[in-house]
């Protein structure tokens, strides 16, 4: 699986971003999708995933009712849709694929990762 991930950008705290995740390389749903984020001097975490073959969703505590992630299987897409934007919510933004029809939020669970997007939150 091949992921591109776009979207990112420079916005001010309470806007709303939209990142989308373009897999290809599976002719088949039976993947899941999650984003991940790095700021500086921190650790990568886990932000929210999709199961592609379900459709269900998964949050890390810290978004939820701020972020949602929804898939497109036509477009072979997976997005966040990201509200009330924090400058904490600054970070590089990463899909990451599972060969899996379940969500995780273990990193080392991900077979396939793409390149980051870079979102940051001025306050």
């Known amino acids: 699986v091949q992921l591109q991930a776009s979207g990112g950008g420079l916005v001010q705290a309470g806007d709303s971003l939209r990142l989308a995740c373009a897999t290809s390389?599976?002719?088949?749903?039976?993947?899941?999708v999650g984003w991940f984020r790095q700021a500086p001097g921190k650790e990568r975490e886990f932000v929210a995933a999709?199961?592609?073959?379900?459709?269900?969703?998964y949050y890390a505590d810290s978004v939820k009712g701020r972020f949602t992630i929804s898939g497109d299987n036509a477009k072979n897409t997976v997005y966040l849709q990201m509200n009330s934007l924090k400058p904490e919510d600054t970070a590089v933004y990463y899909c990451?694929?599972?060969?899996?029809?379940?969500?995780?939020?273990?990193?080392?669970?991900?077979?396939?990762w793409g390149q980051g997007t870079q979102v940051t939150v001025s306050s």
């Open positions: 999709f199961t592609l073959y379900y459709g269900s969703t």
């Open positions: 390389g599976r002719s088949r749903n039976n993947y899941a």
């Open positions: 990451a694929a599972r060969d899996s029809r379940w969500s995780s939020g273990r990193q080392n669970e991900y077979d396939y």
